[in-house]
């Protein structure tokens, strides 16, 4: 009986019934064998499609299961929304206790609460295992943070996103840390749409305790970015679960690497706060090109920082070849600042500097790509 009920479960995944809450698991009970020697392991094996292993972690959680009525129910609940057999394997190995809820009073309620909200029944199957395994689905309070979160991401995919990325985001305390940092973050002047982002770079920010967001404004600040500014959220995005002691440390290098006085560092930072997670040594590399090839001085560049975000290998150095190429054949008209160069879009770069010289440097364009792709053409090479 065990087997025939594997089978018919088996199809009902395939078929994916159109009802999130199928009258299937009656029929399904009525194959049951005698709940008295219903084997919990050999179910989650035969059944659910775990393996072995996963089985034996997940018996503890569901030994005082006598019958299989509940379970069959929710496998046929979950069939419904769409969810395939390997999606309900996974489900259940990270939360077998899934099985254990009940779908009349629980999940079912919730389903047609969040289509009420704007979710479709896909969105639905892909929530359910980004609520910490299916664990808060289980639970009516769902529906309330659904309601509270949806408006804030703007849309059913934003939110996925997001909990994609911070599955802790679904079970975090509302009132307590989500609510109040949500308040926070607009009292600084984040939008809607400035929070979105800056979950998708700092997943735990609404998560995390009021303290340590409040701590984190406070070191935005001290780079000298004020709030309600556009750069604040960058600021923030910058600073935010690194400590004290390595900003303090990143700042240092910052000022030896590109010899800056404090007012340079400053000023730098305020503008360009990624700077703090740049890797030591790309900005080393920058320092050596921008400084001793190009020739910039340390204050051009303090107030420019703007292209040190740049790819040195990918822009910075072939363009700085192009320049220097036209330049030594006399092909510009006068001279250019290079960070005006650095900044423009390719589009528009390649429209100014490389297409008005395919007859006086036909090669220019070739050159410039394999410049792009980490070579040095021989007419780049200046001595």
Not at 322 to 340: C, E, M, P, T
Request: proline share 6%; hydrophobic share 40%; charged share 25%.
């Amino acid at each position: 009986m065990l087997r025939l009920r594997s089978c018919f479960l088996a199809q009902l995944f395939s078929s994916r019934s159109a009802s999130p809450v199928s009258p299937i698991h009656r029929l399904l009970s009525a194959v049951s064998p005698d709940p008295s020697s219903f084997a919990v392991e050999e179910y989650l094996v035969s059944t659910c499609g775990l393996t072995r292993p996963q089985a034996l972690k997940a018996y503890p959680k569901l030994s005082h299961l006598k019958s299989p009525a509940n379970p069959d129910a929710v496998l046929a609940f979950l069939a419904g929304l769409g969810l395939s057999g390997a999606d309900v394997a996974a489900l259940v190995a990270k939360d077998p206790q899934f099985l254990c809820a009940s779908v009349e009073r629980v999940l079912a309620p919730n389903v047609d609460e969040l289509t009420g909200l704007g979710l479709s029944r896909s969105d639905i199957a892909r929530l359910i295992p980004l609520t910490s395994g299916g664990r808060h689905f289980r639970c009516r309070s769902i529906v309330s943070k659904l309601h509270f979160y949806l408006p804030l991401f703007g849309s059913s995919e934003n939110l996925l996103r997001a909990l994609n990325r911070n599955f802790y985001l679904i079970g975090a305390d509302m009132e307590r840390k989500v609510k109040p940092n949500v308040a926070l973050l607009h009292e600084c002047g984040l939008g809607a749409c400035d929070i979105v982002k800056l979950c998708r770079s700092t997943p735990r920010m609404l998560s995390t305790s009021l303290e340590r967001t409040r701590a984190m404004v406070e070191c935005a600040q001290g780079l000298g970015v004020p709030r309600g500014s556009a750069m604040f959220k960058h600021a923030l995005d910058a600073v935010s679960f690194i400590s004290e002691d390595k900003i303090a440390a990143k700042v240092d290098y910052l000022k030896k690497t590109f010899r800056w006085s404090d007012a340079e560092v400053g000023m730098a930072l305020s503008r360009s706060p990624m700077m703090l997670r740049r890797s030591k040594d790309a900005l080393r590399s920058k320092s050596e090109f921008l400084i001793s090839e190009v020739g910039l001085e340390p204050e051009y560049i303090a107030h420019r920082p703007a292209m040190l975000n740049y790819s040195l290998d990918g822009r910075l150095r072939p363009r700085y070849y192009v320049v220097k190429f036209l330049k030594a054949n006399g092909l510009l008209d006068r001279d250019r600042d290079y960070y005006a160069t650095f900044t423009l879009v390719e589009k528009v770069f390649v429209r100014r500097y490389v297409c008005p010289y395919k007859e006086a440097a036909p090669q220019l364009a070739e050159d410039y790509d394999a410049a792009r792709s980490g070579e040095l053409p021989a007419n780049f090479k200046f001595t």
